[in-house]
């Protein structure tokens, strides 16, 4: 630890100018996402916390780690959660199938987003009795909403018109969810059961919400996602799930 502690007070503004560097070329490649967002919050937090005299504040010291290892233990445990819905595969009768987006560019369905869709045909197509809604709004850097993109994949993979339902004003999973179940309670199903289509690591959360969402059941069909990109989904994941449970 005390070679450590002397390697980053001798080294450290080199590492400092590195960080900062790396930052502006993400900033410049990639934009302000997720990945380049956290990574810009680490680099800070080292920054500052590598210029702290531990020695000195004991009881600073304590705090930090105290703190570290509360993160520590959520991680894992909330991780953990996620982990179970991973491979979710239910083929349980539903009273409606809920797709979930995940953005698109232009008119162009992202990949995520094609993912899920591609993950819902065969239960869709083994159960051309229950409706299908789609669910997403129209964000930043998209022509038209994310259930017109969602419904107009299906239609061109033989999913009758009549059965899909555009629900388009969400921006979140709870939207999703809430404003699904409105279309819904408009149709006159009570206590609807769903099947939730989306991304193996958005499964847990997803299922979660739907339960304060007022579903009576809620089951799942996961949608793999690139395993290049799953670290930080996970990561973003951690911290979506506990904003869900707060």
């Known amino acids: 630890m005390r070679k450590i502690t002397t390697f980053l007070r001798e080294k450290g503004l080199i590492i400092d100018i590195i960080l900062l560097v790396c930052l502006v070329v993400f900033l410049m490649i990639w934009g302000r996402n997720f990945a380049v967002t956290f990574f810009g919050a680490i680099s800070v937090a080292f920054m500052v916390l590598r210029r702290i005299n531990y020695e000195k504040h004991v009881v600073l010291k304590r705090i930090i780690l105290t703190g570290l290892g509360i993160v520590a233990v959520s991680f894992i445990i909330i991780e953990a959660l996620v982990f179970t819905q991973l491979g979710a595969n239910d083929q349980e009768e539903a009273d409606y199938v809920i797709i979930l987006g995940s953005g698109i560019k232009g008119t162009e369905l992202s990949l995520t987003l094609k993912q899920r869709l591609d993950a819902s045909l065969d239960y869709i197509q083994a159960h051309p009795?229950?409706?299908?809604i789609v669910s997403g709004g129209?964000?930043?850097g998209e022509d038209i909403t994310e259930a017109l993109a969602m419904k107009t994949y299906l239609l061109t993979q033989g999913i009758n018109a009549n059965r899909i339902m555009m629900e388009d004003r969400s921006t979140s999973t709870r939207e999703n969810l809430v404003f699904s179940k409105k279309i819904?309670?408009?149709?006159?199903?009570?206590?609807?059961?769903?099947?939730?289509?989306?991304?193996?690591?958005?499964?847990?959360?997803?299922?979660y919400l739907a339960v304060k969402s007022g579903?009576?059941?809620e089951y799942g069909i996961?949608?793999?996602?690139?395993?290049?990109?799953?670290?930080?989904?996970?990561?973003?994941?951690?911290?979506?799930?506990?904003?869900a449970l707060i």
Request: proline fraction near 9%.
């Open 129 to 132: 009795q229950i409706p299908v």
């Open 138 to 140: 129209q964000g930043p």
């Open 184 to 207: 819904i309670d408009q149709a006159g199903v009570m206590n609807p059961e769903i099947m939730i289509v989306t991304s193996d690591y958005h499964m847990f959360r997803a299922k």
């Open 215 to 217: 579903y009576s059941a």
């Open 222 to 243: 996961s949608a793999s996602s690139p395993v290049h990109l799953k670290p930080i989904y996970m990561i973003r994941e951690y911290l979506a799930v506990i904003k």
